[in-house]
Nanobody, 127 residues
Framework: QVQLVESGGGSVQAGGSLRLSCAVF????????VGWFRQAPGKEREGVAT????????YYADSVKGRFAVSQDNAKNTLYLHMNSLKPEDTAMYYC????????????????????WGQGTQVTVSS
């Protein structure tokens, strides 16, 4: 059974940084796409960053480009979302999700191809 477990959320002031972790358990495929999504109250879920574990390709939403970065630790089966220069508008519940194989940038930032989801971790940025 595939399980994704996020951690690392919290409260931070604008301009601060946080690192989210996504531990992946039970995934039998050696390569897959992991997406980071967020959803603020009253808003649709949006993709912010993705990484393909097979080659390390990364994609970012325009709203976070230059501020967020994704990385992976293959030995730990863990993916990370490094968030810098945080803004109040980054406040949301953040989720990681896994999908089979490689996805283009456009598809990877949409939630439809992702079969497995974590429980989410809250990020709150105050001004």
């Amino acid at each position: 059974q595939v399980q994704l477990v996020e951690s690392g959320g919290g409260s931070v002031q604008a301009g601060g940084s946080l690192r989210l972790s996504c531990a992946v358990f039970g995934y039998t495929h050696s390569t897959y796409c992991v997406g980071w999504f967020r959803q603020a109250p009253g808003k649709e879920r949006e993709g912010v960053a993705t990484i393909y574990t097979g080659g390390g390709s990364t994609y970012y939403a325009d709203s976070v480009k230059g501020r967020f970065a994704v990385s992976q630790d293959n030995a730990k089966n863990t993916l990370y979302l490094h968030m810098n220069s945080l803004k109040p508008e980054d406040t949301a519940m953040y989720y990681c999700a896994a999908a089979y194989g490689f996805l283009s940038r456009e598809r990877s930032l949409l939630q439809y191809d992702y079969k497995y989801w974590g429980q989410g971790t809250q990020v709150t940025v105050s001004s």
